[in-house]
């Protein structure tokens, strides 16, 4: 297991699709856990695999630190609601925007040992699943920010 370098934005390997993945290999396995200590160690709730160099439909997804997800070849089937809200990236490092996802998503994709299930999330597990889709098809949430990037700083307050 290892911490691999995110790519951050204007990395061109952030604007390209992802291949599928057809089959479950060691080298995926070992991508996977480095993805989940990647992504912990960088205090992020999700994580695609273009985030850190391979173009593979592969994300993994940890909202509440108890369900960590993987999901390969996910696809989105179903939407409803919308919510509004401060969405950031681990990818455009210091910055967070107003962002509006749906508010439930119901997801198709294959696990760790390529079987499929649907997921259906609410909330911040909708945003992400739909957060780290977008990853890969190529798109950033910067696409749909409404106004403007803000900096963002989670340093605690001396007050």
Do not use: W
């Not at 691999?4 to 996977?32: A, F, N, W, Y």
Request: aromatic share 4%; proline share 4%; glycine share 8%.
């Amino acid at each position: 297991m290892a911490i691999r370098k995110i790519r951050t934005q204007g990395d061109s390997i952030l604007t390209k699709e992802c291949r599928k993945v057809d089959k479950m290999t060691p080298k995926i396995r070992e991508l996977i856990d480095d993805m989940f200590d990647t992504m912990y160690e960088a205090y992020g709730v999700g994580l695609a695999a273009p985030q850190v160099g391979i173009l593979k439909q592969i994300v993994v997804i940890d909202t509440t630190g108890e369900d960590p997800l993987v999901l390969i070849n996910p696809e989105i089937l179903e939407t409803s609601g919308s919510q509004t809200g401060d969405e950031g990236c681990l990818s455009v490092p210091g910055m967070s925007g107003t962002v509006t996802r749906p508010n439930v998503v119901k997801v198709k994709a294959l696990d760790e040992n390529m079987e499929e299930y649907i997921l259906e999330g609410e909330e911040l597990l909708a945003r992400a699943i739909c957060h780290e889709t977008d990853h890969l098809h190529g798109r950033l949430y910067t696409e749909l920010v409404e106004g403007e990037l803000r900096r963002t700083s989670y340093e605690e307050d001396d007050e």
